[in-house]
């Protein structure tokens, strides 16, 4: 079977990425931004919430191991897709949660995805499909961030590893790398 590539946006990139590069069956994730008007746009341009991208993850993973499905479910399971436009502290269009299906199969498991969280949370999830879009990928600094300068980051060290318990917790089927 040969890999697949999933795009969610769900709040900062930097959490996102930490959270989906902690499972078996994903080989790599990249932050970028996706869904907007701007050709190549920059960090600051995209947090300036001109531009119409959403900070995004380029997931690719073996479907073998881990399914689109599943990925979705721990989507869910980490950030809130209550709240439109906003996670935490980051407000604004850029950190809408969103779903960028990259198959008509993704596509109908992105929309069974959505009707399981809106199971749990009472149906009130604001989550988008939106089409797929240009790909950009963030500047390199933006890359495997927790790895990294996120260790030293007040805001990564108050929000990663409290969603990462999270992760571990409520997806306990799931393999991971902890």
Not at 65 to 82: I, N, R
Request: proline share 5%; aromatic share 10%; charged share 20%.
């Amino acid at each position: 079977m040969t890999d697949e590539t999933a795009i969610l946006a769900g709040g900062c990139f930097w959490c996102t990425e930490a959270i989906f590069l902690d499972l078996y069956g994903v080989k790599s994730v990249e932050s970028g931004y996706i869904g907007g008007d701007v050709i190549a746009p920059t960090y600051k341009q995209v947090c300036g919430g001109d531009t119409g991208h959403a900070e995004a993850v380029k997931i690719v993973f073996d479907p073998a191991e881990l399914s689109f499905g599943d990925l979705a479910d721990v989507f869910f399971a980490t950030h809130d897709p209550t709240t439109l436009n906003r996670q935490g502290n980051d407000v604004g269009t850029q950190y809408r949660s969103a779903i960028f299906p990259q198959s008509d199969a993704q596509l109908a498991e992105a929309k069974a995805a959505i009707a399981r969280a809106n199971e749990v949370h009472g149906g009130k999830v604001v989550t988008v499909i939106e089409p797929n879009a240009t790909w950009y990928p963030a500047e390199d600094y933006h890359q495997n961030y927790w790895d990294g300068e996120g260790q030293r980051n007040p805001y990564c060290l108050a929000t990663i590893p409290p969603k990462l318990a999270k992760l571990r917790k409520s997806q306990a089927k799931l393999k991971s790398n902890a």
